[in-house]
């Protein structure tokens, strides 16, 4: 039975590391769909104030600035919506920006490969692995005759009740 226990683990492990790799996958797309529905949004948001500022330019009046309040918070909140998303695509791929140059490196490297400067190292969280756990079959009675039942059960085998 060995072998097929082997090859059983085997199977099971190309399973879970296949499902991580597509949850990723997937949390990647999510990611990069909320970054560019955010961009266009703020296109929009900057086209509306720059057409109302030239509008009111060509008029000869002054643009009252606090009229745009409320767009100005909301690129705010959108940008550093878009900061945290693009930090997050950093760390599924595994990857950092360089402090020095801005470009990606590796989240490994101790030196950037383009710039030689010394990056700070990254202190990781410890990983908790999920486990998974079976869950004891509950003890199934009879409700006529109290007698315990196979989980299978569909018949009560004493007194014939239907097992509900």
Do not use: H, W
Not at 72 to 77: A, C, G, N, W
Not at 126 to 146: A, S
């Amino acid at each position: 039975m060995g072998i097929f226990d082997d090859f059983g683990k085997a199977v099971t492990d190309t399973y879970k590391s296949a499902t991580k790799a597509s949850g990723k996958l997937i949390e990647e797309g999510k990611i990069y769909l909320m970054i560019k529905d955010n961009e266009a949004e703020m296109k929009e948001i900057f086209e509306r104030i720059g057409k109302e500022y030239c509008e009111t330019y060509f008029r000869g009046e002054l643009l009252d600035n606090a009229k745009f309040e409320n767009d100005y918070e909301e690129l705010k909140r959108m940008q550093l919506e878009n900061d945290e998303a693009r930090e997050r695509l950093l760390q599924l791929k595994k990857l950092r920006k360089c402090e020095n140059c801005q470009k990606e490196i590796s989240a490994e490297n101790l030196f950037c490969q383009y710039c030689g400067t010394r990056q700070p190292e990254i202190v990781e969280e410890p990983q908790v692995e999920e486990v998974e756990v079976e869950e004891e079959p509950k003890e199934v009675k009879c409700k006529n005759c109290d007698i315990v039942l196979d989980s299978d059960s569909v018949f009560c085998p004493k007194c014939g009740q239907k097992v509900e």
